[in-house]
């Protein structure tokens, strides 16, 4: 069924998965609502890789079919949003 999910939480240093309810995405934005020192890290792919999220309001947004993402900080703790559509 159509909808959006929205979390809002703090990664650690400890890679997290986000998931949907079993759902899969249609598109995923993801911000790092954080001042602090380090960055934001986001994996689309099980964690073989991660997008650097560096500075406060730096965000990613993409059209894809997914059934989770991860987040983790490369120091510290890191705030972030994200809104996904399914």
């Given at each position: 069924?159509?909808?959006?999910?929205?979390?809002?939480?703090?990664?650690?240093?400890?890679?997290?998965?986000?998931?949907?309810?079993?759902?899969?995405?249609?598109?995923?934005?993801?911000?790092?609502?954080?001042?602090?020192?380090?960055?934001l890290?986001?994996?689309?792919?099980?964690?073989?890789?991660?997008?650097?999220?560096?500075?406060?309001?730096?965000?990613?947004?993409?059209?894809?079919?997914?059934?989770?993402?991860?987040?983790?900080?490369?120091?510290?703790?890191?705030?972030?949003?994200?809104?996904?559509?399914?």
């Amino acid at each position: 069924m159509p909808g959006v999910y929205q979390f809002n939480g703090t990664a650690t240093t400890s890679p997290t998965t986000i998931t949907y309810n079993g759902d899969t995405s249609d598109s995923i934005f993801i911000q790092n609502t954080d001042s602090g020192s380090g960055s934001l890290l986001v994996s689309f792919d099980g964690g073989s890789t991660y997008k650097t999220l560096a500075n406060m309001w730096d965000y990613i947004s993409i059209n894809a079919e997914l059934t989770s993402f991860m987040v983790k900080s490369s120091v510290g703790s890191k705030l972030y949003e994200s809104i996904i559509t399914v």
